[in-house]
């Protein structure tokens, strides 16, 4: 089982004014959120790369397919 010490003569450390300040942009915290959580809300056949990728994968498939024929 682990040891865990506890530092409490240790002063707390307690953020400034201006840091507490700097934090208080909720409309930046709630838009970095969502960026980070959300989906783009463009769809992915929408995607020129990734049409392309899905459009060679098919002409590849359909080739495997008519060759096997």
């Known amino acids: 089982m682990r040891k865990f010490i506890l530092n409490k003569?240790?002063?707390?450390?307690?953020?400034?004014?201006?840091?507490?300040?700097?934090?208080?942009d909720f409309s930046?915290?709630?838009h970095d959120y969502e960026k980070l959580t959300k989906r783009g809300k463009r769809?992915?056949?929408?995607?020129?790369?990734?049409?392309?990728?899905?459009l060679i994968i098919g002409i590849v498939m359909l080739l495997v397919?008519?060759?096997s024929k």
């Open 28 to 30: 930046r915290l709630h």
């Open 65 to 67: 397919y008519l060759e």
């Open 43 to 54: 769809p992915l056949y929408q995607d020129p790369k990734l049409f392309m990728l899905i």
């Open 9 to 24: 003569d240790k002063k707390e450390v307690n953020p400034s004014p201006e840091q507490i300040k700097r934090q208080k």
